[in-house]
């Protein structure tokens, strides 16, 4: 049986379908309207939303591009241009351990010496199929000086002067070089130089020049002039410069026979990369040296794996700076980062919020008409997007520039070793429009979240609410808050209880939950504050003191927003100068503690030899005398279980020259006793390893050699002269140039320092060129290899986010003082004259003030207390007119943002003054 069912609809009636659509249709123009009118009657808010997200966008997109910049960066690739791949030593060192309750770990770090590769790997690669000619490289700094004795530097590159290095002729393949003048070198004292090199020089083929390699100077007879293929005649490398001997002179020069820096390799016609890599990898795998089995073997290299570089990876093989400082940049930019990020949320919640509160009681109000809980979310959520919108495509824009200033600080300050490429590739533009699209999100769902309450409630309810602020802040937020506190607290308190890197993060990230504590708990603290500050206000403050403290312990909510802003730019800023001036300031005074000499000898060239310091200590007149060879050292330990590896800078001396010229402090054991296979440790790091005299201490040079050494000695001044000292002899092996910083000598009592200086000067006349001597000589101060990159971030940091946060704290007061301006009008309709109203907001921003930069400065003291006492064990310490600075910077925001919006509203006394903000 059929049933026909008849589904025509009555006549004059719409299918549902339709009637939910058309009104859908109703609520989104009805929403489009609304925006629309809120838009032209909140103009004023609205711009002060506007330049928050313009920022946000603006630091989110160039600090995300400096990041994706240090991530794809690279060595550049010069003398091995022509290579197909160049087989070098693997300049990293790894530590594999177990941490607690997880499985093995492996660790690696990058290391700062060269890590070389046998010569008779040579023989190996020149048999694989497809290999046309394996060249070996053995590099070594060179300074020269022309015919009148002046010295030369190396060509300017982007990053500075750049180093000239020696290099047997055959190498010259590699670039390639190619002859333009004279002829190849042939005999001992004959030498090849590059064009940009002789331009500099004033010489040509058969003149004579001065060459220091690793010894004494040297002359030379300029046999040929070369350049790379398609250059100029009179143009060299951009970044470095290049002379050549023989091929015998080079490997002698070296200093390491048996040894080569690296191996090009050149392939045959037709021979792709792709098709001689493995072969090559299988002709290594037989050769490479046994891995690091024993662990007190000084013998033997935990990072002797040989690896096969093509591409942009052969220039690994050339600038060994590059990948250290590309991970110390990369690593320094991406805590910024994660820093910005917090920071540019907190920013922009608190300003959307802040705009939306501005607006309860019109909400609500639209709400008891009629309006629904969905009306009051699309209108809000078209407002906050059609801001947001133009403002993070302005912000993107705008963050290109700033990247390519920051690419060009970290260049002309030093902080990027000459070699290293940060690029600037097109498909890195799309970065800024993702940052773009997060500030639009961020900015949702703060409005989102803003307007939910309001508009979940009922009407009456919600009237209710917007006429006085709620009794008590949500238990929600109050619990979160006191969580995230304690978090804080945690954080400081491992800070103390660490050292090295670890509590620098477990201090950076205390200093952030302490900020997010303080913004989610500002209703309480701002009812603290008042329940402190208001007898004292209204003690002093008269009738307008009377009014602000009346205002603000009624209105804790309001005053919360305003002080959080002010807690946040005192925070950071305050962390961000104070732990680097505490590092700088504890480490400078011990360095002018131990500076016992008073002379000096330097050089603008390479360095100065060894030989040196034993011509200055032999000049009668002299007490002592010690060079200074810097490098430094990898140690391997245990971080809350985790394997952590630890580069760090090192100085080797001369024993005997210890007190008289630098004086560690020793608190016991001998510095006589320094000699190889033996180290002197800094007493915090002695403390930290448990380690005493006698005791055994595992390092890795910084050429990957693992050792196990006796500690003879422990010494106090550890922050200026490192911790562990070595005897340079002992140093020395494991350096891929020793060479000398300078010497320095102590000149006897009862000699004429005058004369002893001449007679300095005339003992080094053959031993370095261009040798200075100088009484008063500048302490001896190591830093960390990062702290270049680390105080021009620094820098940037507190100038752009410095700045951002105090905008925000102009945009987050004045968005209130726009929702106070009928309360302002108000006040002088029932009697309130213009001086006691100015008197009250006046006091109201001492308040802010001064609660915000006690709060401020707690949140920053506390972790900064923690980091400074385990690291350097004093208190933290802030350059005097840098806290000025900060104060003033608080005082003028504070002051504009509460007295300048509201001159207008002071002005007038009519009743109309009420119908429109």
């Known amino acids: 049986m059929t049933v026909a069912v008849d589904t025509r609809q009555p006549a004059g009636r719409t299918p549902a379908r339709e009637r939910h659509g058309e009104s859908v249709g109703r609520v989104q123009r009805t929403a489009h309207f609304l925006a629309r009118r809120s838009m032209r009657l909140h103009r004023k808010a609205w711009a002060a939303v506007f330049a928050a997200l313009v920022l946000t966008a603006l630091l989110l997109g160039s600090f995300a591009l400096a990041t994706l910049s240090a991530f794809v960066g690279h060595a550049h690739v010069e003398r091995y241009a022509a290579t197909t791949a160049v087989v070098a030593a693997d300049q990293s060192t790894r530590y594999r351990a177990k941490p607690w309750g997880d499985p093995p770990t492996t660790v690696t770090q990058s290391l700062t010496e060269r890590v070389r590769v046998p010569a008779d790997v040579v023989d190996r690669l020149a048999k694989v199929p497809g290999v046309r000619a394996a060249i070996p490289d053995s590099s070594f700094p060179v300074a020269l000086a022309g015919p009148d004795g002046r010295g030369v530097p190396g060509p300017d590159s982007d990053s500075g002067t750049a180093p000239v290095y020696g290099h047997g002729w055959p190498t010259a393949a590699l670039a390639p070089f190619t002859l333009r003048a004279g002829k190849a070198p042939s005999a001992a004292r004959q030498v ?172 609500a109000l639209l709400r008891a008409v009629g309006a629904t809980p969905w009306q009051l979310r699309v209108t809000v959520g078209r407002e906050v997007t059609g801001v947001a919108t133009t403002a993070a495509v302005l912000g993107a824009v705008g963050s290109l520039p700033v990247f390519l200033m920051l690419l060009w600080m970290l260049r002309d300050r030093g902080a990027v070793p000459v070699g290293l490429d940060l690029p600037v590739l097109p498909w890195m533009f799309a970065t800024p429009v993702l940052t773009a699209v997060l500030t639009l999100v961020v900015a949702r769902v703060s409005a989102a979240l803003a307007c939910g309450r309001i508009a979940k409630i009922r009407p009456a309810q919600a009237l209710g609410e917007a006429a006085s602020e709620p009794g008590q802040p949500g238990r929600g937020r109050t619990v979160t808050g006191l969580v995230v506190l304690f978090a804080g607290l945690s954080s400081a308190g491992t800070a103390a209880l660490q050292s090295g890197e670890l509590a620098a993060m477990a201090a950076g990230s205390a200093a952030l939950a302490l900020v997010i504590a303080c913004a989610l708990l500002g209703p309480w603290i701002a009812r603290g504050a008042m329940r402190l500050l208001a007898p004292l206000t209204r003690r002093l403050g008269g009738a307008g003191g009377y009014l602000a403290a009346a205002s603000t312990t009624a209105n804790s909510r309001r005053l919360g927003a305003a002080i959080t802003p002010v807690v946040l730019v005192v925070a950071f800023v305050g962390v961000q100068l104070a732990a680097g001036a505490t590092m700088d300031h504890e480490g400078s005074a011990q360095a002018r503690q131990a500076m016992r000499a008073d002379l000096v000898v330097t050089t603008e060239e390479a360095g100065l030899p060894a030989e040196a310091a034993r011509d200055v200590a032999a000049v009668p007149g002299v007490e002592a005398a010690t060079g200074a060879l810097h490098s430094t050292v990898v140690l391997a330990r245990r971080e809350a279980g985790d394997p952590v590896l630890e580069r760090l800078p090192v100085v080797g001396v001369t024993p005997g020259a210890l007190p008289a010229t630098l004086d560690p402090d020793v608190t016991s054991g001998s510095l006589r006793d320094l000699r190889e296979g033996t180290v002197a440790v800094g007493a915090a790091r002695a403390d930290s390893l448990d380690v005493k005299v006698g005791s055994k201490v595992r390092l890795r040079y910084g050429d990957g050699v693992v050792a196990s050494l006796r500690v003879v000695a422990v010494y106090e001044r550890n922050l200026a002269l490192g911790d562990f000292l070595f005897a340079r002899d002992a140093l020395a092996p494991h350096v891929s140039a020793p060479l000398d910083t300078r010497v320095l000598a102590r000149v006897a009592p009862d000699a004429d320092r005058d004369a002893v200086q001449r007679a300095v000067r005339e003992a080094l006349s053959g031993a370095a060129l261009d040798v200075q001597v100088a009484a008063n000589p500048s302490p001896e101060h190591l830093r960390s290899e990062d702290r270049g990159v680390s105080q021009v971030l620094t820098t940037v940091a507190v100038g752009v986010v410095g700045g951002f946060t105090v905008i925000a704290v102009l945009s987050t007061l004045v968005l209130i003082l726009i929702g106070r301006r009928q309360e302002l009008v108000l006040l002088r309709l029932v009697g309130a004259g213009r001086r006691q109203v100015r008197r009250m907001l006046r006091v109201e921003a001492a308040i802010v003030i001064v609660t915000g930069l006690v709060v401020g400065a707690l949140a920053a003291l506390i972790p900064l207390t923690a980091f400074s006492l385990s690291v350097t064990g004093s208190l933290p310490y802030l350059p005097p007119v840098q806290a000025g600075a900060i104060v003033l910077v608080v005082v003028v925001t504070v002051a504009a943002g509460i007295l300048l919006p509201a001159r207008p509203a002071l002005r007038r006394r009519r009743p109309a003054a009420l119908q429109r903000p």
């Open 192 to 363: 090849a130089i590059d064009g940009d090199l002789a331009a500099r020089a004033g010489v040509g083929t058969g003149d004579r020049i001065r060459l220091q390699t690793l010894g004494a100077p040297a002359e030379y007879v300029v046999s040929g002039i070369v350049a790379p293929d398609g250059e100029a005649d009179d143009t060299g490398l951009a970044h470095q410069g290049a002379v050549f001997f023989t091929e015998d002179q080079a490997v002698r020069l070296s200093g390491h026979p048996g040894t080569v820096d690296a191996i090009g390799v050149l392939a045959a016609d037709g021979v792709s990369v792709h098709q001689l890599y493995p072969e090559l990898r299988k002709a290594l795998d037989g050769a490479e040296p046994a891995r690091d089995a024993v662990a007190d073997s000084r013998d033997r290299q935990d990072s002797s794996r040989l690896r096969v570089l093509t591409g942009n990876g052969r220039g690994q093989a050339e600038f060994l700076e590059a990948a250290p400082s590309r991970a110390s940049l990369l690593n320094l930019l991406a805590m910024l980062c994660a820093t910005v990020i917090m920071i540019a949320v907190l920013v922009v919640a608190g300003t959307v919020s802040q705009a939306v509160h501005q607006r309860a009681r019109e909400l």
